[in-house]
């Protein structure tokens, strides 16, 4: 089982990064999907999660307006579109999957992931 975290890289405040998050022996649509980021020094947070049916999708406040998540089953991905970036969003990002589970903020916590990929570094310059 692996999880594939892409497309980072090095982008202008303001600009558009799109990550994907892709998977081997690991059925993504049967898994709820989140992205999270580290920023140097900080804990891991938070960042967006889609449900098993796509419709249903939570975002660090944040990120809400800016940040986008969506599901490709036909590829079996992920993807993550970011825009108006700013420096603040310097971090890497990992992509994760959980079997669904219930709770307040359970898709919230990085513990209720069984899977991880090994991260993307984005960094944003101002």
């Known amino acids: 089982v692996q999880l594939q975290a892409s497309g980072g890289g090095l982008v202008q405040a303001g600009g558009s990064l799109r990550l994907s998050c892709t998977a081997s022996?690991?059925?993504?649509?049967?898994?709820?999907v989140g992205w999270f980021r580290q920023a140097l020094g900080k804990e891991r947070e938070f960042v967006t999660a889609?449900?098993?049916?796509?419709?249903?999708?939570d975002y660090a406040d944040s990120v809400k307006g800016r940040f986008f998540i969506s599901r490709d089953n036909a590829k079996n991905a992920v993807n993550l579109q970011m825009n108006s970036l700013n420096p603040e969003d310097t971090a890497v990002y990992y992509c994760?999957?959980?079997?669904?589970?219930?709770?307040?903020?359970?898709?919230?916590?990085?513990?209720?992931?069984?899977?991880w990929g090994q991260g993307t570094q984005v960094t944003v310059s101002s």
């Open positions: 994760a999957a959980a079997i669904p589970g219930y709770g307040d903020n359970y898709y919230l916590r990085p513990g209720n992931y069984d899977h």
């Open positions: 022996g690991l059925t993504l649509p049967n898994y709820v």
């Open positions: 889609i449900r098993r049916n796509a419709f249903h999708t």
